[in-house]
Protein backbone atom coordinates (compact mmCIF):
# COMPACT_ATOMS: atom_id res chain seq x y z
CA UNK A 1 0.00 0.00 0.00
CA UNK A 2 3.10 2.40 0.98
CA UNK A 3 4.71 1.96 -2.50
CA UNK A 4 1.42 2.46 -4.28
CA UNK A 5 0.46 5.94 -2.60
CA UNK A 6 4.21 6.72 -3.83
CA UNK A 7 3.96 5.29 -7.29
CA UNK A 8 0.33 7.87 -7.41
CA UNK A 9 2.32 10.80 -5.51
CA UNK A 10 5.19 10.92 -8.10
CA UNK A 11 2.76 10.55 -11.36
CA UNK A 12 0.76 13.63 -9.21
CA UNK A 13 3.76 15.65 -9.46
CA UNK A 14 5.22 14.87 -12.86
CA UNK A 15 1.87 16.04 -14.42
CA UNK A 16 1.76 19.19 -12.58
CA UNK A 17 5.44 19.94 -13.11
CA UNK A 18 4.70 19.43 -16.92
CA UNK A 19 1.88 21.48 -16.93
CA UNK A 20 3.88 24.24 -15.05
CA UNK A 21 6.50 24.17 -17.84
CA UNK A 22 4.39 23.67 -20.84
CA UNK A 23 2.13 27.01 -19.89
CA UNK A 24 3.71 30.38 -20.95
CA UNK A 25 3.94 32.77 -18.27
CA UNK A 26 2.38 36.42 -19.45
CA UNK A 27 4.90 38.88 -17.50
CA UNK A 28 7.87 37.22 -19.85
CA UNK A 29 6.17 36.26 -22.57
CA UNK A 30 3.28 38.95 -23.73
CA UNK A 31 0.39 37.56 -25.92
CA UNK A 32 1.06 38.79 -29.69
CA UNK A 33 2.05 38.00 -32.96
CA UNK A 34 5.43 39.31 -35.21
CA UNK A 35 6.72 37.50 -38.07
CA UNK A 36 8.81 38.27 -41.26
CA UNK A 37 7.91 36.00 -43.74
CA UNK A 38 9.29 37.61 -46.76
CA UNK A 39 12.58 38.03 -47.13
CA UNK A 40 13.92 35.47 -45.41
CA UNK A 41 17.93 35.08 -44.14
CA UNK A 42 20.24 34.44 -46.84
CA UNK A 43 18.24 36.48 -49.29
CA UNK A 44 19.34 38.61 -52.35
CA UNK A 45 17.16 41.45 -52.66
CA UNK A 46 17.45 44.88 -55.14
CA UNK A 47 14.90 47.74 -55.79
CA UNK A 48 12.17 48.45 -54.02
CA UNK A 49 10.92 45.04 -51.73
CA UNK A 50 7.63 44.28 -50.57
CA UNK A 51 8.13 42.83 -47.34
CA UNK A 52 5.42 39.85 -45.94
CA UNK A 53 4.35 38.92 -42.54
CA UNK A 54 2.31 39.21 -39.51
CA UNK A 55 1.63 41.53 -36.79
CA UNK A 56 -1.22 41.12 -34.61
CA UNK A 57 -2.55 40.97 -30.86
CA UNK A 58 -5.53 41.39 -28.77
CA UNK A 59 -3.93 44.18 -27.33
CA UNK A 60 -2.81 45.50 -30.20
CA UNK A 61 -1.57 49.46 -31.00
CA UNK A 62 0.73 49.23 -34.29
CA UNK A 63 3.78 47.89 -35.95
CA UNK A 64 6.92 49.60 -37.23
CA UNK A 65 9.68 47.87 -39.41
CA UNK A 66 12.89 48.79 -39.44
CA UNK A 67 16.40 47.42 -41.09
CA UNK A 68 20.14 47.64 -39.97
CA UNK A 69 23.77 46.50 -40.89
CA UNK A 70 23.81 42.92 -39.93
CA UNK A 71 26.15 42.63 -38.19
CA UNK A 72 24.55 45.48 -35.89
CA UNK A 73 27.21 45.56 -32.68
CA UNK A 74 25.54 48.84 -32.15
CA UNK A 75 21.89 47.91 -32.29
CA UNK A 76 21.35 50.73 -34.93
CA UNK A 77 17.87 50.45 -36.76
CA UNK A 78 16.44 52.64 -39.04
CA UNK A 79 12.77 53.14 -39.56
CA UNK A 80 11.23 51.86 -42.76
CA UNK A 81 8.24 55.00 -43.51
CA UNK A 82 5.84 55.68 -40.55
CA UNK A 83 4.24 53.30 -37.93
CA UNK A 84 1.20 51.51 -38.95
CA UNK A 85 -2.20 51.05 -36.70
CA UNK A 86 -3.51 48.24 -38.51
CA UNK A 87 -2.93 44.65 -37.84
CA UNK A 88 -1.66 42.50 -40.81
CA UNK A 89 -2.12 38.22 -41.08
CA UNK A 90 -0.19 36.72 -43.64
CA UNK A 91 -0.27 39.56 -46.05
CA UNK A 92 1.71 42.87 -46.96
CA UNK A 93 3.81 45.13 -43.54
CA UNK A 94 5.32 47.33 -45.98
CA UNK A 95 7.95 48.39 -48.49
CA UNK A 96 11.68 48.97 -48.13
CA UNK A 97 13.27 51.11 -51.23
CA UNK A 98 16.84 49.48 -51.50
CA UNK A 99 17.84 52.16 -54.23
CA UNK A 100 18.89 54.24 -51.33
CA UNK A 101 21.54 52.56 -49.17
CA UNK A 102 25.11 50.77 -50.54
CA UNK A 103 24.71 47.25 -51.25
CA UNK A 104 25.79 44.83 -48.79
CA UNK A 105 24.02 42.71 -46.10
CA UNK A 106 20.80 43.80 -43.69
CA UNK A 107 18.87 42.78 -41.16
CA UNK A 108 15.43 43.33 -41.12
CA UNK A 109 13.24 43.93 -37.89
CA UNK A 110 9.36 44.00 -36.98
CA UNK A 111 7.92 45.52 -33.81
CA UNK A 112 4.80 45.16 -32.45
CA UNK A 113 3.80 47.57 -30.14
CA UNK A 114 0.74 46.61 -27.67
CA UNK A 115 -1.69 48.79 -25.35
CA UNK A 116 -0.11 47.24 -22.00
CA UNK A 117 3.42 48.95 -22.82
CA UNK A 118 5.05 45.55 -23.98
CA UNK A 119 6.01 44.55 -27.61
CA UNK A 120 6.87 41.37 -29.67
CA UNK A 121 9.86 41.57 -32.34
CA UNK A 122 11.12 39.33 -34.72
CA UNK A 123 14.16 39.66 -36.84
CA UNK A 124 15.63 38.52 -40.33
CA UNK A 125 19.11 38.68 -40.84
CA UNK A 126 21.29 38.29 -43.83
CA UNK A 127 19.68 39.69 -46.27
CA UNK A 128 22.08 40.87 -49.23
CA UNK A 129 20.84 44.00 -51.05
CA UNK A 130 22.43 43.95 -55.10
CA UNK A 131 21.83 47.32 -56.68
CA UNK A 132 24.84 47.19 -58.76
CA UNK A 133 23.56 47.05 -62.37
CA UNK A 134 25.99 46.79 -65.84
CA UNK A 135 29.04 44.68 -64.00
CA UNK A 136 30.21 48.14 -61.79
CA UNK A 137 31.79 47.78 -58.49
CA UNK A 138 29.94 47.87 -55.55
CA UNK A 139 31.04 50.55 -53.30
CA UNK A 140 33.25 50.18 -50.52
CA UNK A 141 32.11 49.10 -47.30
CA UNK A 142 30.75 51.67 -44.68
CA UNK A 143 30.85 54.40 -47.49
CA UNK A 144 27.55 56.40 -48.07
CA UNK A 145 25.27 55.93 -50.94
CA UNK A 146 24.28 59.37 -52.71
CA UNK A 147 21.97 61.29 -51.20
CA UNK A 148 18.35 62.31 -52.12
CA UNK A 149 19.14 65.67 -53.55
CA UNK A 150 22.24 64.13 -55.24
CA UNK A 151 19.77 61.64 -57.19
CA UNK A 152 17.32 64.23 -57.95
CA UNK A 153 20.02 66.43 -59.83
CA UNK A 154 21.34 62.93 -61.52
CA UNK A 155 17.61 61.38 -62.62
CA UNK A 156 16.72 65.08 -65.27
CA UNK A 157 20.37 64.90 -66.52
CA UNK A 158 20.21 61.54 -67.55
CA UNK A 159 16.42 61.84 -68.89
CA UNK A 160 17.90 65.01 -70.97
CA UNK A 161 20.62 62.63 -72.27
CA UNK A 162 18.70 60.15 -73.36
CA UNK A 163 15.89 62.71 -74.86
CA UNK A 164 19.21 64.62 -76.93
CA UNK A 165 20.47 61.23 -77.95
CA UNK A 166 16.40 60.08 -79.41
CA UNK A 167 16.75 63.70 -80.93
CA UNK A 168 19.74 62.56 -82.67
CA UNK A 169 19.18 59.59 -84.03
CA UNK A 170 15.79 60.94 -85.67
CA UNK A 171 17.79 63.50 -86.97
CA UNK A 172 20.58 61.31 -88.65
CA UNK A 173 17.97 58.68 -89.55
CA UNK A 174 18.00 58.39 -93.25
CA UNK A 175 14.02 58.73 -95.21
CA UNK A 176 12.64 55.35 -95.83
CA UNK A 177 10.78 54.73 -99.47
CA UNK A 178 6.98 54.07 -98.93
CA UNK A 179 6.75 51.09 -101.47
CA UNK A 180 2.72 51.30 -100.95
CA UNK A 181 3.08 54.75 -102.56
CA UNK A 182 5.27 53.99 -105.32
CA UNK A 183 3.56 50.36 -106.27
CA UNK A 184 0.85 53.39 -107.10
CA UNK A 185 2.51 55.42 -108.89
CA UNK A 186 3.23 52.99 -111.13
CA UNK A 187 0.00 51.45 -111.17
CA UNK A 188 -0.88 54.51 -112.47
CA UNK A 189 1.38 55.16 -115.07
CA UNK A 190 0.86 51.39 -116.59
CA UNK A 191 -2.99 52.44 -116.47
CA UNK A 192 -1.79 56.07 -118.36
CA UNK A 193 0.51 54.49 -120.75
CA UNK A 194 -2.11 51.70 -121.68
CA UNK A 195 -4.83 54.52 -122.84
CA UNK A 196 -2.53 56.60 -124.32
CA UNK A 197 -1.24 53.79 -126.18
CA UNK A 198 -4.74 52.26 -127.34
CA UNK A 199 -6.43 55.60 -128.17
CA UNK A 200 -3.04 55.91 -130.76
CA UNK A 201 -3.76 52.86 -132.07
CA UNK A 202 -7.42 53.31 -132.58
CA UNK A 203 -6.48 56.84 -133.80
CA UNK A 204 -3.90 55.42 -136.31
CA UNK A 205 -6.56 52.19 -137.14
CA UNK A 206 -9.15 55.63 -138.41
CA UNK A 207 -6.83 57.14 -140.52
CA UNK A 208 -5.76 54.16 -141.94
CA UNK A 209 -9.44 52.90 -142.62
CA UNK A 210 -10.35 57.04 -144.01
CA UNK A 211 -7.30 56.96 -146.20
CA UNK A 212 -8.06 53.67 -147.61
CA UNK A 213 -12.03 54.15 -147.90
CA UNK A 214 -11.08 57.48 -149.83
CA UNK A 215 -8.46 56.03 -152.41
CA UNK A 216 -11.00 53.39 -153.09
CA UNK A 217 -12.78 56.31 -154.19
CA UNK A 218 -10.46 58.58 -156.06
CA UNK A 219 -9.67 55.08 -157.87
CA UNK A 220 -13.65 54.68 -158.67
CA UNK A 221 -13.61 57.98 -159.89
CA UNK A 222 -10.58 57.85 -162.13
CA UNK A 223 -11.37 54.46 -163.64
CA UNK A 224 -14.79 55.26 -164.56
CA UNK A 225 -13.02 58.46 -166.38
CA UNK A 226 -11.23 56.12 -167.97
CA UNK A 227 -14.11 53.52 -169.30
CA UNK A 228 -15.87 56.74 -170.37
CA UNK A 229 -13.16 58.31 -172.79
CA UNK A 230 -13.12 54.82 -173.91
CA UNK A 231 -16.69 54.55 -175.01
CA UNK A 232 -15.89 58.10 -176.60
CA UNK A 233 -13.06 57.09 -178.59
CA UNK A 234 -14.30 53.64 -179.76
CA UNK A 235 -18.23 54.92 -180.60
CA UNK A 236 -18.87 55.16 -184.88
CA UNK A 237 -17.77 57.81 -186.22
CA UNK A 238 -19.97 60.42 -187.90
CA UNK A 239 -20.52 59.55 -192.02
CA UNK A 240 -19.28 56.12 -191.74
CA UNK A 241 -20.85 53.22 -192.91
CA UNK A 242 -23.91 51.94 -191.42
Do not use: C
Not at 62 to 67: C, R
Amino acid sequence: MEALKIHRLWVVLFVLAWAAAGRPVSASQPEGHAEISRPTAGDSVSGVVTILGSASSPTFSEYELSFGYDPNPTDTWFPIGEPVAAQVSFGRLGLWDTTEITDGKYSLRLTVFLDDGGLVQDVVGAISVRNTLNGEAPPAAGSPGPSPTERAAQAPAAGLSTSSSAVTATTEAPPVARPGRSRQIEVGQIILIGGMTSILTMFTLGAYVYVRSNLRQRWGAIRARRIHTRVDVDGPRPGGDT
